[in-house]
């Protein structure tokens, strides 16, 4: 099903044998993809001709041995990562690993902290310590209330006109915001999670909603693989941008940043320019990079 300029959609077919350069792929076409049509003579079905560059996309292995791979969709403006300090309390850790995936994949996140009605006195000071974590990192953040509709407004703006996946663990309020943001839309909203990858969920179409306000959000199966990436542990550290952009000044250029001298990623952490829980995420990405490889 195509989407053309006014909104309209159209079943359309593939022309030919489409091969893109430099990837095998068992699946041409994805979701997300900007396509040209030609509509046949009776205009019931529409012929994709030319997909057009992506400027990003979600792949994965078709199977575990495969040298093909899938993708599950593309262009991709953001992620937007859900979190909540209140229950259940979002890791750093978790929020950490979702990064890192999204800057594999050249995805900008965004970190929306949900459920700021509940959040206590005790609590505020953790949550502006989190934000700046996060702030310092280079990634923006958002807090708001799916029940107060609390930032609601801020949020459609972040929305609006891009193409967004909205990623959290399960319970932190994803069906909620997406309701108050547009009721009806009902998405089937997968889990974003490196640990849970068993197939919980029915095999549906992956599928791209338009938002009433302008935007889309992408919502496909397929996600729940977000968390596998094929990076190598060097390239853990080109993942967190504010050590990318110290490591080319370590003294040894394959630097693990753990314990090498002249490492200017632990002197930006000794400096606290680095801030101490990306630090450790970083070394448990790092070293716990084959296990979580199974
Ligand atoms: P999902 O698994 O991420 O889709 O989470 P749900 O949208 O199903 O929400 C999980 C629970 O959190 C539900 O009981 C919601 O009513 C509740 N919830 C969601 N957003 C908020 C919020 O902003 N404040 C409060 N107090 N509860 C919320
Ligand atoms: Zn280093």
Known sequence: MVSDEDGNTVPCKLKGNFRLKGIRTTNPVAVGDRVEVEMQADMSIGIITRIFERHNYIIRKATKLSKESHIIAANIDQLVLVATLAFPRTSTGFIDRVLVTSEAYHIPAIILFNKTDLYTEELMPWLEETEKIYLDAGYPCLRVSAKTKDGIEGFKAILKDKVSLISGHSGVGKSTLINVLQPGLNLKIMEISSYHLKGQHATTFPEMHALSFGGYIIDTPGIKEFGLTDFNKQEVAERFPEMRALMHLCRYS????????????????????????????????????ELNQQ
């Open 254 to 289: 394959n630097c693990t940043h753990s314990h090498e001298p002249g490492c200017e990623v632990i002197k930006a952490l000794e400096e606290g320019r680095i801030h101490p829980s990306r630090y450790d995420n970083y070394l448990s990405i790092y070293y716990g990079r």
